[in-house]
């Protein structure tokens, strides 16, 4: 089977079991309910624990080494080869597996702006994976289901493990990708990430090929209709800086910029939900209602959410319709940005907490993606890492960075764009010594920079991570701005924020036929 028809072919032909598709949001839950898959929690929402993989498993993904495209992924650790014999055992294995399943079928697209959407199906084995994937694509009208064609298809299996010997993957999970079958296979984790994120990853694939730049970010627009991008791997705060009472939300992990603007790749939110409060994030809380899945999240007698408890995992989530946050923007679309954030959670606590960046400090940091990886987000992180993603999203992206990051310099000098690099992590010392930057401050310095009072403040290069660090921001306090200030052990922090600036200049080192002007936007030691 090779096309999108053949996939159909075999639903039709094939599947004994009892086939579900397009069920409501209300009959899925009735349906996860009954076949015990989780529970209702005190506010409606539906409860899942996803066993032994509470996180994406970057070790078990794989793309199929086709030969009409293999000279345009960007193969290695990240974007592992599959050969097409392997994909093909283990497609077998999966289509007898589900046959005398009871199966699970949504049918929507993948991009807000009809100019680039993509069609695309998911046939799941479990009822609440099917009603995630409704809640976190774009949902069609029903007249568009009427002669609905997908162009790409996810499979997924939780309760179907691979035998590495027999099957040729790392272990008992896999997500395998085929770029030229348009169609992906999951099996073995019951994490409902994977299926965002391989549609992510697809995406960041097909859409350079029509001039389109995909982006691993959040996005809002103001009451002046000025839009505001966020870029951060999990748990920087993409999704929480992003649900802005004063600002209306167009999505909050991905997006594409097209010629005509920005639109938001899902219809739903995937948050990162531990330490979540109703007085610090009421957008988010209040969007936790019937509907919304929640992701191994410790519910107590009373079947109400614990957000403070990260026995489970520290990747606890939440996952919801977009029209659960007030004034969301529907569709997902938006003006070219005039401020772009890069968000990043610095473990070392020596990075400023917001600065200005040059066009050639842009192109830097957006190569170099710096952040801590944050507990929980991938199987085996306990404890934040320090850690370089390219382009603030290298697990999602099937090319090679320099396809993106030209694509957004273009970008920034077409649209005159402002960024901003604002620090979410540690202040005050390194992580188990200083704490996590108090939210309201980073609210604070996101407002004046996207309101433009930042730009009243004097800006002085840090002597060694180059950067333009303002004096002062409304509502922060002054002393906070520059991390050394905040320090006891004025020596230990040189120390650390030598080692780190090092770190950025060997991650850099491994981009070749880089502007020797983005070279020298980086760190000096």
């Not at 599959?82 to 009871?102: A, G, I």
Request: aromatic fraction near 10%; hydrophobic fraction near 35%.
């Amino acid at each position: 089977m090779k096309t999108q028809s053949d996939i159909s072919h075999w639903m039709r032909y094939t599947l004994k079991g009892q086939t579900h598709r397009n069920l409501s949001v209300p009959l899925l839950i009735e349906k996860a309910l009954l076949r015990k898959e989780g529970t209702l929690t005190s506010s409606g929402a539906f409860s899942a624990v996803t066993g032994a993989y509470t996180g994406r498993s970057p070790k078990d993904k794989f793309i199929v080494q086709d030969a009409s495209i293999s000279d345009t992924i960007d193969w290695g650790p990240i974007n592992q080869p599959m050969s097409p014999d392997v994909f093909d055992r283990l497609y077998l294995k999966m289509l007898n597996y589900l046959k005398e399943k009871e199966i699970f079928i949504f049918d929507g697209y993948a991009g807000a702006d009809s100019s680039y959407r993509l069609p695309i199906r998911s046939i799941n084995e479990y009822a609440w994976h099917n009603l995630f994937v409704q809640q976190l694509f774009v949902r069609p009208n029903p007249s568009d289901l009427e002669d609905f064609t997908p162009e790409f298809t996810i499979i997924s299996a939780p309760d179907l493990k691979a035998d590495p010997e027999l099957d040729g993957t790392h272990s008992e999970a896999f997500i395998a990708v085929s770029l030229k079958r348009r169609l992906i296979l999951i099996g073995g984790t019951q994490y409902a990430g994977e299926m965002k994120k391989s549609i992510f990853s697809i995406m960041n694939y097909l859409l350079p090929d029509r001039d389109v730049f995909p982006m691993h970010c959040s996005a809002n627009i103001g009451s002046d209709n000025k839009t505001a991008l966020f870029f951060g791997l999990s748990g920087t705060g993409k999704t929480t800086l992003s649900a802005d009472p004063e600002r209306y939300l167009i999505g909050d992990d991905e997006h594409g910029w097209s010629k005509d603007g920005i639109f938001n790749i899902e219809g739903g939110c995937y948050a990162k939900c531990i330490g979540l409060s109703e007085d610090k994030e009421p957008q988010i809380w209040n969007a936790i209602r019937f509907g919304a899945v929640l992701e191994n999240v410790v519910l107590d007698d009373y079947r109400s959410p614990n957000y403070d408890d990260g026995s489970l995992t520290e990747n606890t989530r939440a996952a919801y319709p977009i029209e659960h946050i007030p004034g969301a923007r529907i569709p997902g679309i938006g003006q070219h940005p005039d401020v772009i954030i890069f968000l990043t959670a610095d473990a070392f606590g020596v990075l400023p907490p917001i600065a200005r960046l040059t066009p050639e400090q842009a192109m830097y940091h957006f190569l170099s993606g710096y952040t801590s990886k944050l507990a929980g987000t991938e199987r085996g992180v306990t404890e934040p890492e320090a850690t370089f993603s390219t382009c603030f999203g290298a697990p999602f992206l099937p090319r090679p960075a320099h396809v993106y990051a030209e694509m957004l310099g273009k970008r920034i000098e077409e649209h005159n764009a402002r960024v901003y690099l604002v620090n979410t992590g540690w202040s005050g010392g390194a992580y188990g010594i200083g704490k996590r930057m108090d939210l309201s401050y980073t609210r604070a310095m996101v407002k004046a920079a996207l309101n433009g009072s930042l730009d009243q403040a004097n800006f002085t290069p840090d002597s060694i991570f180059n950067l333009y660090v303002p004096d002062q921001c409304p509502g922060v306090p002054a002393e906070l701005l520059s991390p050394r200030n905040t320090w006891k052990d004025p020596i230990a922090f040189e120390s650390q924020a030598k080692d780190l600036a090092h770190r950025f200049q060997k991650n850099f080192s491994k981009f070749k036929n880089v502007d020797p002007a983005v070279i020298q936007a980086g760190p000096r030691v």
